[in-house]
């Protein structure tokens, strides 16, 4: 399968150098939703050619990610609960949008958990900064709708690394984002530790370490 890459997020990707994470990116394009395996396509069987596309392309970049870690490549379903199920010994998370694909994973041993997100570098439409921006968020990023559209991408983040351990929905006022301390704090006190790499698009990272656990 050809490699499709945008060199503006590589580069982007490459300057977040977190230690013991590799994250890589495709390009979505036409034929990617072929490369869904049986265990993963039933979860996508009543989906769009588009959105089968992006979750294929995803898993090919799992895959990519994988391979490199010394795996075999092996299916990553959609469990219940929407989270993908990683091989044992594996955290690791997806993400994308129209345009790009982009998963990363990590030893658990290194990190209790992982989430990724990726959203198109736009401003945040004006309406939804009231939805995702606590009180103090606020004061923090005032009208920015271009800080606005990083706090949506950290809280998504945040929510990713955090169900699979507490299994908690969470709305985006029951997470805290702290640009300065790169750190996002969930209602139920955990603390979740942030990466932020801005291009052609917002890229977040969210992790806790194992030692963290
Ligand atoms: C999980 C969620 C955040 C995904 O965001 P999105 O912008 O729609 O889509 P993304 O492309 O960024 O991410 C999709 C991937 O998230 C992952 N995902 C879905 N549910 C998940 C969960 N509960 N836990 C961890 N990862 C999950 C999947 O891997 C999915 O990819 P796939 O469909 O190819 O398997 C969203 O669908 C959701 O469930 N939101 C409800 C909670 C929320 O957003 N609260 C506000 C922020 S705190």
């Known amino acids: 399968m050809a490699?499709?890459?945008?060199?503006a997020l590589q580069n982007a990707i490459d300057a977040l150098s977190?230690?013991?994470?590799?994250?890589?990116?495709?390009?979505?394009?036409?034929?990617?939703?072929?490369?869904?395996?049986p265990e993963e396509a039933a979860a996508f069987a009543n989906s769009v050619t588009s959105v089968r596309r992006a979750s294929g392309a995803a898993r090919i970049v799992?895959?990519?990610?994988?391979?490199?870690?010394?795996?075999?490549?092996?299916?990553?379903?959609?469990?219940?609960?929407g989270a993908?199920?990683?091989?044992?010994g594996i955290v690791g998370s997806i993400s994308h949008d129209s345009r790009v694909a982009v998963a990363a994973i990590a030893r658990r041993r290194?990190?209790?958990?992982?989430g990724i997100d990726i959203e198109p570098a736009e401003a945040l439409p004006p309406n939804l900064?009231?939805?995702?921006?606590?009180?103090?968020e606020r004061m923090e990023i005032g009208e920015d709708p271009w800080q606005g559209r990083l706090?949506?991408?950290?809280?998504?983040?945040?929510?990713?690394?955090v169900y699979p351990l507490d299994q908690i929905f969470l709305d985006h006022q029951d997470v805290e984002i702290s640009f300065p301390l790169r750190r996002g704090v969930v209602r139920n006190g955990r603390r979740v530790d942030l990466r932020f790499s801005v291009s052609d698009h917002?890229?977040?990272?969210?992790?806790?370490?194992?030692?963290?656990n």
């Open 110 to 114: 290194d990190y209790g958990a992982l």
């Open 151 to 161: 706090l949506f991408a950290a809280k998504e983040a945040v929510y990713k690394a």
């Open 129 to 136: 900064l009231d939805l995702v921006a606590t009180p103090m």
């Open 202 to 212: 917002l890229l977040v990272v969210a992790f806790l370490r194992a030692s963290d």
């Open 3 to 7: 490699t499709l890459l945008d060199p």
């Open 84 to 88: 993908p199920i990683w091989p044992p």
């Open 18 to 37: 977190l230690p013991g994470v590799t994250i890589g990116h495709r390009l979505i394009s036409p034929g990617d939703e072929h490369a869904l395996m």
């Open 62 to 81: 799992a895959r990519q990610l994988l391979m490199k870690a010394g795996l075999a490549p092996c299916p990553v379903p959609k469990g219940s609960s």
